[in-house]
Protein backbone atom coordinates (compact mmCIF):
# COMPACT_ATOMS: atom_id res chain seq x y z
CA UNK A 1 0.00 0.00 0.00
CA UNK A 2 2.60 2.49 0.66
CA UNK A 3 4.41 1.77 -2.17
CA UNK A 4 1.78 2.25 -4.23
CA UNK A 5 1.28 5.71 -2.55
CA UNK A 6 5.06 6.47 -3.55
CA UNK A 7 4.66 5.40 -7.18
CA UNK A 8 1.44 7.89 -7.32
CA UNK A 9 3.29 10.82 -5.97
CA UNK A 10 6.13 10.10 -7.86
CA UNK A 11 4.07 10.16 -11.18
CA UNK A 12 2.13 13.00 -10.29
CA UNK A 13 5.70 15.27 -9.50
CA UNK A 14 6.40 14.02 -13.23
CA UNK A 15 3.28 14.88 -14.70
CA UNK A 16 3.47 18.44 -12.94
CA UNK A 17 7.09 19.15 -14.22
CA UNK A 18 5.79 18.47 -17.75
CA UNK A 19 2.86 21.17 -17.12
CA UNK A 20 5.26 23.80 -15.67
CA UNK A 21 7.44 23.42 -18.87
CA UNK A 22 4.89 23.03 -21.28
CA UNK A 23 2.23 25.91 -19.81
CA UNK A 24 4.54 28.48 -21.52
CA UNK A 25 4.39 26.79 -24.73
CA UNK A 26 0.86 26.43 -25.03
CA UNK A 27 0.17 30.08 -23.57
CA UNK A 28 2.05 31.69 -26.49
CA UNK A 29 0.69 29.32 -29.38
CA UNK A 30 -2.68 30.49 -27.67
CA UNK A 31 -1.63 34.40 -27.41
CA UNK A 32 -0.13 33.79 -30.98
CA UNK A 33 -2.77 32.01 -32.99
CA UNK A 34 -5.92 34.06 -30.73
CA UNK A 35 -3.90 37.84 -30.70
CA UNK A 36 -4.79 37.80 -27.03
CA UNK A 37 -2.14 39.89 -25.30
CA UNK A 38 0.13 41.30 -28.17
CA UNK A 39 0.69 44.09 -28.76
CA UNK A 40 -0.44 45.70 -32.15
CA UNK A 41 2.29 46.13 -34.77
CA UNK A 42 3.87 49.30 -34.88
CA UNK A 43 3.29 51.20 -38.38
CA UNK A 44 5.02 54.37 -39.51
CA UNK A 45 2.07 56.97 -39.99
CA UNK A 46 3.99 58.31 -42.60
CA UNK A 47 5.13 56.85 -46.29
CA UNK A 48 8.19 55.96 -47.37
CA UNK A 49 9.11 57.38 -50.59
CA UNK A 50 11.98 56.30 -52.58
CA UNK A 51 10.85 58.63 -56.01
CA UNK A 52 12.22 61.61 -53.19
CA UNK A 53 15.94 63.38 -54.31
CA UNK A 54 18.38 63.86 -51.19
CA UNK A 55 17.55 67.47 -49.02
CA UNK A 56 20.92 68.43 -50.99
CA UNK A 57 19.46 67.56 -54.11
CA UNK A 58 15.94 69.97 -53.56
CA UNK A 59 15.40 72.85 -55.62
CA UNK A 60 15.87 75.60 -52.66
CA UNK A 61 16.90 79.12 -52.64
CA UNK A 62 18.61 78.81 -49.60
CA UNK A 63 21.19 75.52 -49.08
CA UNK A 64 19.87 73.58 -46.28
CA UNK A 65 23.22 72.54 -45.09
CA UNK A 66 22.40 69.80 -42.69
CA UNK A 67 25.32 68.21 -40.26
CA UNK A 68 25.65 64.75 -39.84
CA UNK A 69 24.31 64.15 -36.43
CA UNK A 70 20.55 66.40 -37.09
CA UNK A 71 17.54 64.97 -38.68
CA UNK A 72 15.47 67.72 -40.50
CA UNK A 73 12.13 67.77 -40.46
CA UNK A 74 11.55 69.91 -43.63
CA UNK A 75 7.42 71.21 -44.34
CA UNK A 76 5.96 73.05 -47.31
CA UNK A 77 4.04 76.10 -45.70
CA UNK A 78 2.08 77.55 -48.69
CA UNK A 79 -1.44 77.19 -47.07
CA UNK A 80 -2.36 77.39 -43.12
CA UNK A 81 1.09 78.53 -42.73
CA UNK A 82 0.29 79.86 -39.35
CA UNK A 83 -1.34 76.91 -38.15
CA UNK A 84 1.52 74.34 -39.39
CA UNK A 85 4.54 75.89 -38.05
CA UNK A 86 3.10 76.08 -34.90
CA UNK A 87 2.26 72.26 -34.13
CA UNK A 88 5.51 71.70 -35.81
CA UNK A 89 7.32 74.30 -33.13
CA UNK A 90 5.33 72.33 -30.30
CA UNK A 91 6.14 68.65 -31.53
CA UNK A 92 9.54 69.82 -31.42
CA UNK A 93 9.13 71.16 -28.12
CA UNK A 94 7.56 68.13 -27.82
CA UNK A 95 10.83 66.03 -27.87
CA UNK A 96 12.31 67.08 -24.96
CA UNK A 97 16.01 65.86 -24.55
CA UNK A 98 15.76 64.36 -27.83
CA UNK A 99 15.38 68.38 -29.90
CA UNK A 100 18.51 69.20 -30.45
CA UNK A 101 18.56 65.91 -32.67
CA UNK A 102 16.09 67.61 -35.29
CA UNK A 103 15.88 70.69 -37.11
CA UNK A 104 12.78 71.93 -38.79
CA UNK A 105 12.86 73.52 -42.17
CA UNK A 106 10.36 75.74 -43.51
CA UNK A 107 10.01 76.33 -46.69
CA UNK A 108 7.72 78.70 -48.04
CA UNK A 109 5.60 81.38 -45.95
CA UNK A 110 5.98 84.99 -45.52
CA UNK A 111 6.46 85.24 -41.60
CA UNK A 112 9.29 85.17 -39.39
CA UNK A 113 11.03 81.92 -38.39
CA UNK A 114 10.36 80.65 -35.09
CA UNK A 115 13.22 79.51 -32.73
CA UNK A 116 15.34 76.83 -34.32
CA UNK A 117 13.35 76.94 -37.67
CA UNK A 118 15.60 77.63 -40.95
CA UNK A 119 13.34 78.63 -44.21
CA UNK A 120 13.95 78.46 -47.76
CA UNK A 121 11.52 79.44 -50.61
CA UNK A 122 10.77 76.86 -53.83
CA UNK A 123 13.24 78.01 -57.04
CA UNK A 124 10.43 76.34 -59.04
CA UNK A 125 7.90 73.49 -57.89
CA UNK A 126 9.34 70.01 -58.05
CA UNK A 127 7.05 66.93 -59.37
CA UNK A 128 7.38 64.85 -56.29
CA UNK A 129 5.99 68.00 -53.87
CA UNK A 130 2.73 68.22 -52.39
CA UNK A 131 1.35 71.09 -50.37
CA UNK A 132 1.29 71.43 -46.66
CA UNK A 133 3.60 67.87 -46.68
CA UNK A 134 6.30 67.37 -43.97
CA UNK A 135 9.07 65.58 -44.55
CA UNK A 136 11.36 63.38 -42.32
CA UNK A 137 15.28 63.28 -43.66
CA UNK A 138 18.16 61.45 -41.84
CA UNK A 139 20.89 62.82 -41.00
CA UNK A 140 22.62 62.34 -44.48
CA UNK A 141 19.91 64.29 -46.01
CA UNK A 142 18.19 61.13 -47.35
CA UNK A 143 14.21 61.27 -47.06
CA UNK A 144 12.98 58.53 -44.27
CA UNK A 145 9.66 59.42 -44.23
CA UNK A 146 6.85 61.47 -46.21
CA UNK A 147 3.63 62.93 -44.29
CA UNK A 148 0.75 63.97 -46.41
CA UNK A 149 -1.05 67.20 -45.23
CA UNK A 150 -3.66 65.23 -43.26
CA UNK A 151 -1.40 63.50 -41.04
CA UNK A 152 -1.82 64.66 -37.42
CA UNK A 153 1.33 66.56 -35.50
CA UNK A 154 0.83 63.41 -32.89
CA UNK A 155 1.52 61.27 -35.45
CA UNK A 156 4.65 62.48 -37.03
CA UNK A 157 5.65 63.13 -33.69
CA UNK A 158 5.35 59.40 -32.29
CA UNK A 159 7.28 58.04 -35.95
CA UNK A 160 9.81 60.91 -35.02
CA UNK A 161 10.44 59.21 -31.54
CA UNK A 162 10.51 55.76 -32.86
CA UNK A 163 12.84 56.77 -35.53
CA UNK A 164 15.47 58.60 -33.06
CA UNK A 165 14.95 55.49 -30.50
CA UNK A 166 15.73 53.00 -32.87
CA UNK A 167 18.48 55.06 -34.63
CA UNK A 168 20.94 56.26 -31.31
CA UNK A 169 23.55 59.20 -31.52
Known amino acids: MQDAKHIRRQRLKLILIFVIFAAPMVAAWGMVELRIGVPDRHTAHGDVDLALPML ?4 LTASAVN ?12 QQCDQRMDELWRLHRALGREAPRLKRLRIGGEQQPLPGEMTSEWQQFPSWREENAVWLLDPMG ?8 NVAAKDVLDDIRHLLKVNPQ
Open 56 to 59: SEWP
Open 67 to 78: SEEEWVLAFDCT
Open 142 to 149: RPALAFNA
